[in-house]
């Protein structure tokens, strides 16, 4: 999951796209042509979102659906800008904001409108923070700009990354809750949790039985383009694949690429470990999560195909990382099966702590200032 630092960075690159001439032509039927001698203007487009949120308090967790009219206007101003607008000091968090930012740089970026043409705004209510409604907020600003409608039954949970996949978020057995008190029966979540933690009960349940006891159906989704198809009921064409001179150094491009081959030979390497694994140890959890690590590798290897470096080196990555979370807990419990509880505890505890040096390593990266791409 991003923090702050990194949604700034990646809203950063993303703009950079817009407003630099020359490095990216961007027009639409609702944009006259950018050589034209003066922007004819269209009214305002509006969409509302049901953004799901989750919220302590003295009873436990509590999920909540709060909508969020995302609007469109006109501006001469030939500038991107970003607009949010609240009912309370600091309704909304920095994290938040970001997302707003990243929404709607990404909303421009596959949607076609100029930014530059166009000034977005947020209107929201209550206290709200976090990163899980970036998707939400993306599909609204798309759906506002092609005017398409939203349905009104539906909501969703899960951040927007830069390659418009949708990325994990937590709280979701909450949020699910909240959205079927709200009369939803729609509930899209990132296709990576199709499990997770019920904070007030304490144990991993299953988000799509949840939702089917609460007349919900739950549908876990994998990017922008399939999240707009269930809420909308339209395509969205996919952006072309990327030609032309590549952003980074061709050295920078070469690193990259060798290290996304590495990595992709790693998730190969635990994934033959975990097919010799027996089918007992495989258990529904085991299999699904090897599943989202399979789409990971793929996604992978086709933005690699199509050019985009960085997004495959960081899809490679995740493949390796959640492949071998699938096979170690695969692995655990076929220890438990052959070897008894006292084994497996034992073995548990090993794995445990080489997360935690993982876990370690990672956050000292987090803490590094990068410089420079080249």
Do not use: C
Request: glycine share 8%.
């Amino acid at each position: 999951m991003f923090q702050p630092a990194s949604i700034r960075l990646m809203t950063t690159i993303l703009l950079s796209l817009f407003l630099t001439p020359g490095l990216i032509s961007i027009a639409s039927a609702d944009d006259p042509p950018t050589n034209s001698a003066q922007f004819t203007l269209r009214p305002p487009r509006s969409r509302n979102v049901s953004a799901l949120v989750i919220y302590d308090t003295d009873a436990g967790a509590l999920g909540r659906v709060e909508t969020v009219k995302v609007t469109i206007n006109p501006d001469d101003s030939k500038t991107f800008r970003v607009g949010i607008y609240e009912d309370e000091v600091g309704g909304s968090g920095n994290i938040w904001r970001a997302s707003a930012w990243m929404a709607t740089a990404a909303a421009a970026q596959v949607t076609g409108f100029t930014p530059a043409a166009r000034h977005v705004t947020f209107d929201l209510s209550g206290s709200i923070d976090g990163p899980s409604a970036g998707g939400i907020l993306t599909i609204g600003i798309v759906a506002a700009a092609r005017g398409d409608d939203l349905r009104s039954d539906a909501a969703m949970t899960g951040m927007i990354n830069p390659d418009f996949s949708i990325g994990p978020v937590g709280g979701i057995p909450h949020k699910i809750r909240g959205a079927a008190t709200a009369g939803k029966k729609l509930v899209l979540v990132p296709g990576v949790s199709r499990y997770d933690v019920d904070k007030n009960l304490k144990k991993e349940v299953d988000l799509i039985e949840l939702g089917q006891s609460l007349g919900v159906e739950v549908k876990p989704i994998s990017d922008l383009y399939e999240a707009y198809r269930m809420l909308t009921g339209k395509d969205l064409p996919r952006l072309p694949p990327v030609t032309g001179e590549p952003n980074l150094s061709p050295k920078v491009a070469r690193q990259y690429e060798s290290r996304t081959r590495e990595w992709l030979a790693r998730f190969g390497q635990v994934k033959n470990a975990y097919d010799n694994l027996p089918d007992e140890a495989k258990t529904e959890n085991v299999v699904n999560t090897m599943n989202s690590a399979i789409e990971m590798a793929e996604r992978s290897s086709r933005f690699l195909r199509e050019g985009e470096i960085v997004a495959a080196q960081r899809n490679a990555f995740e493949a390796t990382y959640t492949a071998t979370s699938a096979f170690e807990t695969g692995r655990l419990n076929d220890v438990q099966t052959r070897r008894g509880l006292e084994q497996m505890i034992k073995e548990a505890k090993t794995t445990s702590n080489a997360w935690a040096m993982i876990d370690l390593g990672v956050g000292k990266l987090k803490g590094i200032r990068p410089t420079s791409l080249q």
